[in-house]
């Protein structure tokens, strides 16, 4: 113990002698555990570690596969159906389920889902408070009963374990709290209020299997079965159901099955991926640059552990000594990038929730940061014994004889520092490469031609009791009462209402076809995505009128039903003859398709995603909606205000306007149509500031390592230099001697980089949007960017090499 105190005393004293160098592998070190720490912390939670529930590895996700989209949703008798038949999964659906709380302080509008009552069983997740829902729950006699949502529970009633065995009203009906979701609840769905039982008996969608399909499907494996086995069973009873009920199934070409945690991290994979791989490339970058610093000091220290050998010391207390200073530094660089990894991953659970799915779950993991720093300190010790191996391989009286001046460098050094920059050149490359393709990707994304214009434009989130408006016509005066007092307000522009706002992630579609000549086969006609408008919506947005005329206020209940196409619409079903004042037959009704008349053309609206191309879109009027339909616009509708002000300073003046319009209304969000927008790239953003910051630490990290090997390189020929110029050598000639070994080594890397970018191009095709990243335009600037940073970094130490008179050190402690 004495001994190892002497040593950590001496390491010490050691590192306070070259503050600079020990500080740079300090910090680099630190913010590459940090950075990787973190990353894979993230990637750990949502790509490899298992569900919060019991035996998550048995849990499935079921898809309807249509040929217009590979994961719909299934109908409720259909899902009922194959729970009934299924003998190797036990199945569980939800829907996404909108309600009104009425409260003392007014009506508000909450999200919810019904879920099969032993849905939670079924996931293997326990009640935080409470119990969970139960399979008796279903059963049509049985009393209503709510879990809240964990989030809400927190929000709503401060955490309170006594608000179990409460009631709620909610949509005019009394509820029992029976429990509270756990903490992580990580289905497709975000910010869930609360959960009541499907009550699938009482649904009046029950026996209706041409209606609209909402339900989703999950379920836990049998012990004997396997997601493959699964997944045979059931596309069997969806042929079984497709001979049974043709018309009604004519789309569906059957389901898949695929894990509940793949599934969940469909999304994130590709970034999550690609962020892990440009971390990690950053990091060898940095252990290049430590490595190389390692080694300068190895070789400038050979004299001194020369001597030191010469006077008896053993070669296991040299060995200890340098291994307790490399030590030293991993330990100080591990505490800080320790840090770093838990400020990043608490900062991301906190705030980038609605961004990642389970981010919140993510924590410290000590296995990865175990990892990453075990990798570190490998690296840095076995370097740190690089000045024993030197002295103790060269021989004595060479080494004694040069150590009051700076070591000598032999060819495998040089080759070893030749092949630093070419190796940190080439994984820069490839990293920045890959950063400015994503940023291309968000700045088309960001300038995709939207067909609207979100500026200006408040959006508020409704739900109408659905006592109080159970027909079309009910709904009808409600759109006119708003439309009316709306009109009349300061600074209005325009209002309207919708079914869906655009990007808010509200979706719904249905098969359409011109009347003149449908396919001849149901599972032929193409999905269309679905709006129910009122009149001054569209105006609202500005969705550009390219034919005919919107909808206005006469379309309504007593006039013949109309509908306003996009662009996508009319190009592809009447590009010869023009849409305007033709028949169209929707599918938007339990009972078959309804002809309609299309009375206008708008140009495409991105209404769903920003990238890919424009589907065709349908807007129907919301005084003409039919009485199936008139459910899902009472249950969520949107309100869409242009005004002249700031939008956000409209919200008082809307809720004071609907309170006199219905005070029963309840509102959710009250936000602006741009925050859609940005809520949308949000993701794409949150990757590529990520990548952004590892781009630009990487290019520093080879700025400096260039740097470093250029100017220890002339502070190894500084006596060659010197006799150079002393026979008549130009400054020119000098300069271009040091700085021509640099541009070739970094011309090499870049070429290295340039093929390994190329091949990466594939796994970066999933982030982009209008533009590759193996693309020869983008891939020649960033060639330039790095070339032009090795000339630069280099070019400091060339300039100091032709200086007049003695050169002094270039590379010091």
Known sequence: MPSIFHELRFAARAVRHSPLASGFIVATLAICIGAVAAVDSVADVVLIHGLPFDDPERLIWVSSVRRDRPDAPFTLPEMLDYRAQAKSVRLAGYANWNAILEGPSGARWVQGLRMSADGLAILGARASAGRPLAAADDAPEAPRVVMLGHGYWRRAFAGDPGIVGHSLRLNGESYTVVGVLPRFFPLPVRDVDLVVPLD??????????????????????????????????????????????????????????????????????????????????????????????????????????????????????????????????????GCIGSGLAWAAISYAASHLCGIAPRIEEARLSLPVLGLVFAVCAVAVLLFSLVPILIARNAPLENVLRGAGRAGGTTPTQARLRSSFIVVEVALALIVCSATSAVVQSLIGLQRVELGYRPDSV?????????????????????????????AGAPGVLAAGGTSNAPLSGVLASVPSAPAHDPPALRSDWPNATYRIVSPGYLEAIRAHRRAGRLIEPHDDGGAPPVAVVNRAFAERFFAKTGAVDRQLLIDDNDTGPRPVTIVGVVDDLRETDLDGPASPEVFISMLQVHPDAASLVTATQFWAVRVRSEPAAFGPTFLRILHDVDPSVATGTLTDLTSYVDATIAPRRFSVGLLVTFALISLLLTALGVYGIAAYVVEQRRHEIGIRMALGASPRSIFGLVLGRTI??????????????????????????????????????????????????????????????ALRPLWTE
């Open 200 to 333: 699938p008996e009482r649904d009046p969608r029950r026996n209706a299997r041409g209606s609209v399909n909402f339900i989703r499907m999950f379920g836990r494996l049998e012990p004997s079965a396997t997601a493959a086995s699964a997944d045979r069973e059931l596309n069997l009873v969806a042929a079984r159901l497709l001979a049974q009920f043709p018309t009604e199934y004519a789309r569906k070409l059957g389901v898949r099955v695929t894990p509940l945690q793949d599934y969940l991290a469909t999304t994130l994979r590709p970034t999550l991926i690609v962020l892990m791989a440009c971390v990690s490339l950053m990091m060898v970058i940095a252990l290049v640059n430590v490595l190389n610093l390692l080694l300068a000091r190895a070789v400038r220290r050979q004299g001194e552990t020369a001597v030191r050998m010469a006077l008896g010391a053993s070669h296991p207390r040299l060995a200890l000594q340098f291994l307790v200073e490399g030590a030293l530094l991993v330990a100080a660089a």
């Open 458 to 486: 408040f959006v508020a989130r409704l739900s109408l009791p659905p006592g109080r408006y159970p027909t079309p016509s009910d709904l009808a005066r409600f759109s006119a009462s708003m439309s009316d007092a709306l």
């Open 744 to 805: 070739r080594l970094a011309c090499i890397g870049t070429a290295t980089g340039v093929l390994g970018a190329w091949l990466a191009s594939g796994l970066m095709s999933r982030l982009m949007f209008g533009v590759s990243p193996g693309s020869p335009g983008l891939l020649g600037l960033v060639s330039v960017v790095l070339l032009a940073t090795a000339v630069l970094a280099s070019s400091l130490p060339a300039l100091r090499a032709v200086r007049a008179g």
